[in-house]
């Protein structure tokens, strides 16, 4: 009997697939860790493939988990992404701020 096996799976839709496993996680022990405080172990750059401008008009200027060093700033942080995050930046975590 032989078995078959996929022999190619493509290297971005595989990152993507990993970072949005690794974002789960994330959310699942935020969740189960109260919720309402920051997350202690963030993600590398990379695993969310972080790039320093905009994607398909977001940026993270626009994302819920972007907060600027201060007013007008063109940096900050990211409560999943480790480092400084761009404000024209943008990663696969990428979600809009809700509506207000």
């Not at 190619?8 to 949005?20: D, M």
């Amino acid at each position: 009997m032989t078995i078959m096996k996929c022999s190619y799976i493509n290297p971005t839709r595989r990152k993507l697939l990993i970072g949005g496993a690794r974002l789960a996680s994330i959310i699942v022990a935020a969740t189960v860790a109260g919720g309402s405080g920051p997350v202690a172990a963030k993600a590398a750059k990379g695993e969310f493939m972080y790039q320093n401008h905009p994607h398909n008009g977001n940026e993270c200027g626009d994302c819920k988990f972007f907060t600027p060093n201060q007013a007008g700033s063109d940096s900050g942080i990211c409560s999943i992404v480790e480092g400084r995050i761009q404000r024209d930046g943008w990663c696969s975590a990428f979600a809009p701020k809700p509506s207000v």
